[in-house]
T-cell receptor, first 115, second 111 residues
Framework: DGGITQSPKYLFRKEGQNVTLSCEQN?????MYWYRQDPGQGLRLIYY???????QKGDIAEGYSVSREKKESFPLTVTSAQKNPTAFYLC??????????????FGEGSWLTVV | DAKTTQPTSMDCAEGRAANLPCNHS???????VYWYRQIHSQGPQYIIH???NNETNEMASLIITEDRKSSTLILPHATLRDTAVYYC????????????FGKGTHLIIQP
């Protein structure tokens, strides 16, 4: 099936540790995104990448890092510098602009809990 | 992205049509109206989008007013599985920096 795969679904991290969340897409999409969602809140953009080997900070990039070495992969590292990392993390991707908009599709998300 | 306003929550009886309103009075001429929904602990699911004309797909219908300042998402025969948070987003189709999600409407389908 075509889509976006995030792993792991649930992850526990000790304070002071870095953790990497995986995001893979087989939709041949150029752009990929990472969002964070806190309980009862909307989505906030962490990082995005429009093309391989290039990425930009979103609204809440502090304490996070990303890489885009391959078109299909956009891993997110939550570093120990992120003060409140416990949240639901969503990866998304979008293909090239068409004549009728350009839809973003989401993965199923990863729950990160700091213990 | 233009600002959108949605009711915080709505109820609908199972089997009835669910009509979810959205105001986007500052939408620009080239911004699309997108609808997503999110079931608890899952990623947002794309439903439908439109620019000027009304749109329909297998999930829903989208009615956009002639002045484009508001729209309505219609789920024709709501089921319990349609209980979710529904997000209305006004955005350029192809903006590089993703979508801006508000808090959406929590739609509760009552049995």
């Amino acid at each position: 099936d075509g889509g976006i795969t995030q792993s792991p679904k649930y992850l526990f991290r000790k304070e002071g540790q870095n953790v990497t969340l995986s995001c893979e897409q087989n939709l041949n999409h150029d752009a990929m995104y990472w969002y964070r969602q806190d309980p009862g809140q909307g989505l906030r953009l962490i990082y995005y990448s429009q093309i391989v080997n290039d990425f930009q900070k979103g609204d809440i990039a502090e304490g996070y890092s990303v890489s885009r070495e391959k078109k299909e992969s956009f891993p997110l590292t939550v570093t120990s510098a992120q003060k409140n990392p416990t949240a639901f993390y969503l990866c998304a991707s979008r293909g090239r602009r068409s004549s009728f908009g350009n839809t973003i599709y989401f993965g199923e998300g990863s729950w990160l809990t700091v213990v | 992205d233009a600002k959108t306003t949605q009711p915080t929550s709505m109820d609908c009886a199972e089997g009835r049509a669910a009509n979810l309103p959205c105001n986007h009075s500052t939408i620009s001429g080239n911004e699309y109206v997108y609808w997503y929904r999110q079931i608890h602990s899952q990623g947002p699911q794309y439903i439908i989008h439109g620019l000027k004309n009304n749109e329909t797909n297998e999930m829903a219908s989208l009615i956009i007013t002639e002045d484009r300042k508001s729209s309505t998402l219609i789920l024709p025969h709501a089921t319990l599985r349609d209980t979710a948070v529904y997000y209305c987003i006004a955005t350029l189709g192809g903006g590089a920096d993703g979508l801006t999600f508000g808090k959406g409407t929590h739609l509760i389908i009552q049995p």
